[in-house]
T-cell receptor
Framework: GAVVSQHPSWVICKSGTSVKIECRSL??????MFWYRQFPKQSLMLMAT?????????EQGVEKDKFLINHASLTLSTLTVTSAHPEDSSFYIC????????????FGEGSRLTVL | AQSVAQPEDQVNVAEGNPLTVKCTYS??????LFWYVQYPNRGLQFLLK??????LVKGSYGFEAEFNKSQTSFHLKKPSALVSDSALYFC?????????????FGKGTRLSVIA
């Protein structure tokens, strides 16, 4: 199998603080990870593509200074929501593609962020 | 450009009846097609994929999907629905020649199986 672990599952923080979400591929290497955001009863919105050892590629409309992405190793990518505000409250999901596969993504369990 | 359409926001089916969740796609080349399921407050779970070969693909939990190139469709089916199948289902596509790009997802279809 291909397991992606995401931590934390739930986080509540005060407005103005920063929150870091980790995404790990537990049993495979992932040169590329993708970060999605999901609003209630809506589809997945791709935020950015995270490539190991290089800068992330952000989708149009996603603030790179607000959502910092680091992919320091082949098994770990992190998303840091800086100076969080209530409108950043959402469900964030990471996914990883196994090196050499035909393209399916393996997803973490998601992180629900609530900013008070 | 790649795109996926899931024309139904909601599908309701009685337990034991067959279910179909529709998906059509658009790619410039040949597609890789995927179905995922999402339970409340959870990530997405991979159900099945079409890469090449047989048009009828079997996946997890008794689900299957049929690739129809002429209709550019990849409908998800199950012969006998269970209440536990109630969830949000996403269809996704990727062009075979698109390199290391993310999947493009449909907006999702909520399946409700009624006992």
């Amino acid at each position: 199998g291909a397991v992606v672990s995401q931590h934390p599952s739930w986080v509540i923080c005060k407005s103005g603080t920063s929150v870091k979400i980790e995404c790990r591929s537990l049993d495979f290497q992932a040169t590329t990870m993708f970060w999605y955001r999901q609003f209630p009863k809506q589809s997945l919105m791709l935020m950015a593509t995270s490539n190991e050892g290089s800068k992330a590629t952000y989708e149009q409309g996603v603030e790179k200074d607000k959502f910092l992405i680091n992919h320091a190793s082949l098994t770990l990518s992190t998303l840091t929501v800086t100076s969080a505000h209530p409108e950043d409250s959402s469900f964030y999901i990471c996914s990883a593609r196994k090196v050499g596969t035909t393209g399916e993504l393996f997803f973490g369990e998601g992180s629900r962020l609530t900013v008070l | 450009a790649q795109s996926v359409a899931q024309p139904e926001d909601q599908v309701n089916v009685a337990e034991g009846n067959p279910l179909t969740v529709k998906c059509t796609y658009s790619v410039s080349g040949n597609p890789y097609l995927f179905w995922y399921v999402q339970y409340p407050n959870r990530g997405l779970q991979f159900l099945l994929k079409y890469i090449t070969g047989d048009n009828l693909v079997k996946g997890s939990y008794g689900f299957e999907a049929e690739f129809n190139k002429s209709q550019t469709s990849f409908h998800l089916k199950k012969p006998s629905a269970l209440v536990s199948d109630s969830a949000l289902y996403f269809c996704a596509v990727r062009d075979v020649l698109s390199g290391n790009t993310p999947l493009v997802f449909g907006k999702g279809t909520r399946l409700s199986v009624i006992a």
